[in-house]
Structures are given as C-alpha cells and as structure tokens.
C-alpha cells in the first residue's frame, strides 16, 4: 500500500511517499493513522492529520485497500 | 467557474472572466507574499498542492458559494512553486448584481480555502524554515 | 492613494498600483454596468461628476479609510462618459497586512462613495432616461 | 452671482449653470435654497439638494457671495 505525502509528513518521514508491507497494511483510515503515530511519533504533534482516500477527506471507519489513493493531509496552510 | 492551481497568476484573468453585461458587481480578493510574518524578514515561500484534490476542493467551494449566494461566476486561482515578496499566491473573484453577495461570498471563500484545500507553504526566513501551520 | 476620474478605466492599474512586498491582502471591488436594471433592458449608462469637488471627496474618504483601518494603500477610480452593459464604473482598492481590513475598508467606501461623491449617473432604458436616486 | 448645475437640475432648469441677478442674490445657502424652490418648485421634489461652496458641502446658514464657486447637488449616483 502506498501513501502519498505532502508538506511537513515528507520532512518527517524523510520519504517522498511511503509504502507499506502487506504484511502491516491497514483496513481503515483509523488503523492507518494509529499505525503513522507508532512510526513516526513526530506525526502526533501536528496541530491536526487528515486522510484523503480518492482525493476526499475521510473518516476515520472509512475501509481502505491498495486499489484506493491513499494521502495524509497536514494543516493546510494555503492562500 | 475558473478553478486554477498555476504557477505564476495573471491578474488580468479573474477579472476578465467574471466581467459580462448581466454582472454589477466583482469582488477580487489577492493575497500576496508579505516580506515580513511575526516580526522576522520572509525570503520566500514555497508552495505544493495535492493538486486533483486541491481542484476539487476549489471546485466544491465555488459549487457551495453558488448555492448559498445568488452568484453570476466564481474564480479561484492559486499558485504553486516558490513566491517572492509582492507575488500574488491566491486570487478569489466573485461577480453579481449586487455588491452585498460579491463581499460575503469572496471572504467565505477565501476563509474556507485556507481551511480545506490541501495546499501548504513553507515560510523561508533569513536562518530557518517553517511549514506554516504545521503546529499548535 | 490613486484618486482617478477618467474616461475609461483600465483594470489592470489598481491591482499594480496597489501591489507591494510589505503587503498580504488586497481587496477590489469592481462596479460594472448592468444589462438590466428594475426588469427593464438598459442600453447604456452616462455618468457626469463634479470633477474638482469629486476629486476632493474620494481623497478624503481614502484618508478616513486610512485613519480607521491599517492600510497600506488605497485606488479610488471612477469612469465619466457613456457607458454600456459590462463595462467598468467605479474600482476600488485597497491593500493592507491581513484580509479583515482590506475587506472592511473596500466595502467601506464603496459605501460611502455612493453617498457623498458628486457623480451621477443616468440609466437609458428603451424607452426613456432617469436620474438614478433624484426622486423619493 | 453664477450656480454650477449638475444632472437633474440641468434638466429642471433648462440651463448649464444659473445666473442670479444683483439684486436677487441670496446671502446664505440656505437663502439661495429658498429663491432656488420659488423659481423651479420641481426642485422641491428631489430626494435631497445640497450646495457645495468651494468644491465643499455646505451648511444652510453659511454665507455666500460672487467670489465663491457654489454649485447645486441633487441626489448623488455614482458608483
């Protein structure tokens, strides 16, 4: 499964994008966050993350799979 | 509607867009790169876009402003890549018959984009850098 | 402050007069001439002001815009002459650090300009002419 | 004494710009209101009607003489 990121996730990360083992893959956006919290603890001092799943936002009890577009959402800081 | 993530803004185009014989009234919002922010001198600002959902955010902003305002048209244009002081990064335009709805409808538009739309800056000072926002 | 009557407005003079590197926000209001008015078709708009009173009027308004609000600058520009459906009449424009302000202030004197600035306009219809706001 | 004359009052009073006699001359703006609503009672109709002494709106007990440029304001439209 692969993550897209944008702004302060890939200076966090160090990564462009992510990709995640199968073998860890979450099954929902909730699942999916716990999992970025665990390892990347820099994450949860973001002043909020999103999940866009096919370029919308997302709940958290949302299913996710590898067909999906999968992004974190930092706080926007547009205009 | 002009929905538009760019890299450098023309700003003849919002208002010859939304100019036509029906229309009384255009209200263009411009944001700017300020060389100063929180009393320390700005170089630059970056910005990136997750650029389909940023046009469909902007695309669903002016749906939503259409609905709630009796609006003739809607641009929104924001601009990616690096901006230097006194380069637009945002232009929100309005038009309608009467100037009330044209004033309402371009601040809650630019108001809900700095909310939504996932695009980011980063602030470039003198001796560091800051993705704005980023923290409480 | 740009305090303008003119002919024919250029659109493109505000915003690049207004623009600088300590400003974040400008704000521009366009007044443009509508096709109809009252459900009647009108053909065209002749406008006359009071020029040197007119003049004095506007800059006085920018000045009391600028007392109120932290601006940096501020475009005041009215056409005289005739116009037709979709052109320019009036643009106003005002930069300042923040949005908030440069809203207010455009909307301000927008406001004001309509009640105090000696011009005035008169709506030709198909069938007759009026004196816009002459009789109760 | 010599009146600037503006959109509708063009009309009203058939003229570009008012002459009054010598011996009719108002000695207040709110004199010259007075003869102007003898004169052309379609004046008394509009909204409101403001003289302007030296490119300046002027209050009713103001006095005015021929070396000033006094000028009639109907009800303002621009914009």
Redesign the interface.
């Known amino acids: 499964m692969e993550i897209l990121l944008f702004g302060i996730t890939r200076d966090i990360t160090g990564q462009q994008k992510l990709t995640i083992p199968q073998e860890n893959q979450p099954h929902t956006v909730g699942d999916l966050k716990a999992w970025l919290g665990q390892q990347f603890p820099a994450i949860k001092q973001l002043s909020s993350l999103a999940v866009a799943v096919d370029s919308e936002y997302a709940e958290d009890d949302l299913a996710i799979n590898s067909n999906s577009e999968i992004a974190l959402i930092p706080p926007v800081s547009g205009g | 509607m002009l929905i538009r993530i760019i890299e450098h803004i023309n700003?003849?185009e919002a208002?010859?867009y939304l100019?036509?014989?029906?229309?009384?009234?255009?209200?263009?919002?411009?944001?700017?790169?300020?060389?100063?922010s929180k009393g320390k001198t700005v170089l630059h600002l970056d910005?990136?876009?997750?650029e389909?959902?940023?046009l469909?955010e902007m695309e669903k902003l002016g749906i939503q402003a259409k609905e709630k305002w009796p609006l003739y048209e809607v641009a929104i244009i924001?601009a990616i890549g690096s901006k230097l002081?006194?380069e637009?990064?945002?232009v929100i335009g309005v038009s309608s018959?009467h100037?009330d709805a044209?004033?309402e409808a371009?601040?809650w538009l630019?108001d809900e984009?700095?909310?939504?739309?996932?695009?980011?800056?980063?602030e470039y000072y003198e001796d560091n850098s800051v993705?704005?926002?980023?923290?409480?």
């Open positions: 700003l003849a208002p010859a100019g036509s014989e029906e229309t009384g009234a255009i209200n263009l919002f411009v944001g700017t790169v300020r060389n100063h910005f990136e876009a997750y389909p959902m940023a469909k924001h002081p006194g637009p990064v945002v018959a100037r044209s004033f371009c601040r630019i984009l700095k909310k939504t739309v996932p695009i980011w800056k980063k993705w704005v926002n980023a923290h409480p």
